[in-house]
Nanobody, 123 residues
Framework: VQLQASGGGLVQAGDSLRLSCPASGRAASGFVLGWLRQSPGKEREFLAAIRAGGITYYADSVKGRFTVSRDNAKNTVYLQINSLQTEDTAVYYC??????????????????WGRGTLVTVSS
């Protein structure tokens, strides 16, 4: 599975942003697709994930501000981020994982990673 996140950039606090990530390759349509981010000096942080059937999972820290969605016809996952904060500055990655039972909450649950896109939020 190949993934490539896009849509990052320099934004101001309070702005909204939508990140996109098309997934290609065999069986990509069946994978769970997710978003994670990494800030300098920090571990990669799980944000959200979505199953092919539309079930979603969110980290508690982003519930209400982040929305993950998926277009199965395009094999593309999106992350809508509202009310951006300076603490949201990070490299955002999309990832794909073989479906497992239970909730998604960790980077370790994903086997395929794309190149990240940098989001910088200025105050």
């Amino acid at each position: 599975v190949q993934l490539q996140a896009s849509g990052g950039g320099l934004v101001q606090a309070g702005d909204s942003l939508r990140l996109s990530c098309p997934a290609s390759g065999r069986a990509a349509s069946g994978f769970v697709l997710g978003w994670l981010r990494q800030s300098p000096g920090k571990e990669r942080e799980f944000l959200a994930a979505i199953r092919a059937g539309g079930i979603t999972y969110y980290a508690d820290s982003v519930k209400g501000r982040f929305t993950v969605s998926r277009d199965n016809a395009k094999n593309t996952v999106y992350l809508q981020i509202n009310s951006l904060q300076t603490e949201d500055t990070a490299v955002y990655y999309c990832a794909a994982g073989v479906p497992i039972s239970g909730r998604y909450y960790s980077a370790s649950q994903f086997q395929h990673w794309g190149r990240g896109t940098l989001v910088t939020v200025s105050s």
